[in-house]
């Protein structure tokens, strides 16, 4: 149980294009997910808390014009990119926390992205 | 500053060794401890986890002790094995959010 998917797995576009993952948990429903993203040979960083049917929170530094979050089902958040530029480039991982018990969050196989 | 500090960086280990990592943290609010493995390409995936009431948890080949004292906690992998070779962040919680150390990346060696 606990499983999360990511689509794309990995998408190259050019600069200034938009794009858009998407981050689904199938076999139980999220109200909150996370959005994190990964530099090579670097730790996590949490981007932005989404919660279904409300704004996403963004972490300080994260400019929510330029990744913008939708959560509009239990099941479903997007993060889409727009604008993208090379130092975009990145690997994006999200998660989704259980809605009970240990509220653990369980992480998508996450999205590379590369802007040209 | 919420932050989680993590040593070594990499660590090499024989074939059957016990591998021990190690993480500090400072803000008295984080709430769970858990421990993620992570293959390149791949997202991270959960190991083990702990609360601040307890002072050790075990699961097969992994443990973590916590030593809420000294605000520290630690992982450690017997019998290492070369499928064990990947990178480990530890993270802890607080308000639902989860702060990651800075990973170490764990090689086992025939």
């Known amino acids: 149980g606990a499983v999360v998917s990511q689509h794309p797995s990995w998408v190259i576009c050019k600069s200034g294009t938009s794009v858009k993952i998407e981050c689904r948990s199938l076999?139980?429903?999220?109200?909150?997910m996370f959005w994190y993203r990964q530099f090579p040979k670097q730790s996590l960083m949490l981007m932005a808390t989404?919660?279904?049917?409300?704004?996403?929170?963004?972490e300080q530094g994260v400019e929510k014009d330029k990744f913008l979050i939708n959560h509009a089902s239990l099941t479903l958040s997007t993060l889409t990119v727009t604008s993208a530029h090379p130092e975009d480039s990145s690997f994006y991982i999200c998660?989704?926390?259980?809605?009970?018990?240990?509220?653990?969050?369980?992480f998508g196989p996450g999205t590379r992205l590369t802007v040209t | 500053q919420q932050q989680v500090k993590q040593s070594p960086q990499s660590l090499i280990v024989q074939k059957g060794g016990i591998s021990i990592i190690n993480c500090a943290y400072e803000?008295?609010?984080?709430?769970?401890f858990p421990w993620y493995q992570q293959f390149p390409g791949k997202g991270p995936a959960l190991l083990i986890a702990?609360?601040?009431?307890?002072s050790e948890k075990k699961e097969g080949r992994f443990t973590i002790s916590f030593n809420k004292s000294a605000k520290q906690f630690s992982l450690h992998i017997m019998d290492s094995q070369p499928g064990d070779s990947a990178t480990y962040f530890c993270?802890?919680?607080?308000?639902?959010?989860?702060?990651f150390g800075t990973g170490t990346r764990l090689t086992i060696i025939p």
């Open positions: 993270a802890a919680r607080s308000n639902e959010k989860l702060t």
């Open positions: 803000n008295t609010a984080f709430d769970y």
């Open positions: 989404s919660n279904e049917g409300s704004k996403a929170t963004y």
């Open positions: 702990i609360r601040p009431d307890v």
């Open positions: 998660s989704a926390r259980v809605p009970q018990g240990s509220y653990e969050q369980y």
């Open positions: 076999d139980f429903q999220a109200t909150t």
